[in-house]
């Protein structure tokens, strides 16, 4: 309410001095930042066969970053750096599709590449989660058949490419599947790629920046093939000799975007001369049973320590075509399982449906921080007792003063 001089009383301007500081800032971080030009592409096999290989490439500054993925062999994806604006992706699909791919992927010029990585998903395990304690401390539970990735059939990505969401899909079944899981079911893989910084929508709310992009796992309708059945996701790195990934568990009091989830986990590469900085594959500790994903439908994800792989890469992919075929003695290759499902593991059952989010590109993995508006609130709540207790202290002040001036000194 105003006064008789028609200003707000001092706590009233505090609250709308921090609001309209909370919204300066908020439109600041919504302003984005740097800005990459990326392209989507589904690169055509031989003869405009429809081959399974998706190039996004994302121009910058004296720098571009690619992603190459595929599905041909288990689904891969290859993270190149390079030192140049007009480099360029090069396949050789006869090489390629042969028995011997080493050297069918390049980057051109050949120079140019100043760090490379890869990240494949090589297998599904299903397993009876009835005693889910057991899992969390190492020991074996009865595994079903294995599912292997690299064994499957997958449709064609060309028709699944928006390229104005940046959005493309690899969407598999299990041909070999003799016990019918897959009749109506598929497992896709869903790659988003960014232009700037910005924050997922849906939850996760994963936060990105301009030198990452999204994969979303996801299985649809895939039939269980027992009554406490879990699902896990095998994860393989490629990293060079000398480099090794770093398994990190990041803790925080807020849960502002992801309700109820405190922890994000992420593999994070050492430092590289001249490059962007480490590469890093980022994911929240939940899953969602949904695809309209809200709190009452996560699941809680877990996952296991990376393990150092036995100097082979599980199956063929494009990393062999990139890397070549001898990249377990050039290469570092690590290796970690991603479950899902706890004592919530039952929404599975009943929806017939999952999705996980992971991000991952290059620099320092983003990280969340409390927002603008949150920071207001805190602000308010510990600066209005502050400043009525201020402002209660001058009234009295004055108060006094006041009585003291109406006695007229004694001549």
């Not at 051109?108 to 401390?137: D, H, M, Q, R, W």
Request: charged residues 15%.
């Amino acid at each position: 309410m105003l006064g008789g001089s028609g200003l707000l009383p001092p706590p009233l301007l505090l609250l709308r001095g921090l609001w309209l500081l909370g919204s300066f800032s908020g439109l600041l971080a919504a302003a984005g930042g740097y800005r990459r030009q990326v392209t989507l592409q589904a690169i055509p096999g031989l003869n405009s066969s429809s081959t399974n290989l998706l190039h996004v490439r994302a121009v910058g500054q004296n720098d571009t970053l690619h992603y190459v993925w595929s599905s041909i062999g288990a689904p891969t994806v290859l993270l190149l750096y390079t030192q140049s604006e007009s480099s360029a992706l090069r396949v050789n699909w006869t090489k390629l599709l042969s028995a011997s791919p080493a050297g069918a992927i390049w980057i051109e010029p050949p120079g140019s590449v100043v760090y490379s990585t890869a990240i494949v998903f090589t297998k599904v395990f299903e397993y009876n989660g009835a005693n889910v304690s057991a899992l969390s401390k190492g020991q074996e539970e009865p595994f079903y058949p294995t599912y292997d990735l690299a064994g499957f059939s997958w449709q064609s990505v060309n028709r699944t490419v928006n390229q104005t969401a940046l959005t493309a899909r690899f969407q598999g079944v299990d041909t070999s599947d003799p016990g019918g899981a897959f009749g109506n079911g598929t497992i896709s893989f869903q790659v988003t790629a960014y232009e700037q910084g910005g924050r997922d929508g849906p939850l996760p709310c994963l936060l990105h920046t301009a030198n990452s992009s999204k994969v979303e796992f996801i299985m649809d309708n895939v039939a269980p093939r027992g009554n406490s059945s879990r699902f896990m996701l095998e994860v393989v790195t490629v990293e060079e000799r000398g480099g090794r990934k770093r398994l990190q568990s990041v803790r925080s009091i807020d849960d502002e975007y992801t309700p109820t989830i405190f922890e994000m986990a992420q593999l994070v590469s050492e430092s590289h001369n001249n490059s962007i900085g480490p590469s890093f594959f980022q994911w929240k500790t939940t899953a969602y049973g949904s695809r309209e994903a809200s709190r009452e439908n996560a699941i809680r994800c877990r996952y296991r320590p990376l393990q150092t792989a036995n100097q082979t890469l599980p199956g063929p992919s494009i990393a062999h075509a990139y890397f070549g075929e001898g990249l377990g003695l050039s290469h570092r290759i690590a290796a970690i399982n991603i479950s899902f499902g706890g004592e919530d593991g039952e929404i599975y059952a009943e929806k017939g449906y999952l999705s996980w989010s992971a991000l991952l590109g290059f620099g320092t993995p983003p990280k969340d921080a409390f927002s603008p508006l949150v920071m207001t609130i805190v602000a308010v709540a510990m600066g209005t007792p502050v400043v009525l207790l201020l402002a209660g202290g001058l009234v009295v002040l004055f108060a006094r003063r006041k009585r003291h001036s109406q006695y007229q000194p004694i001549n």
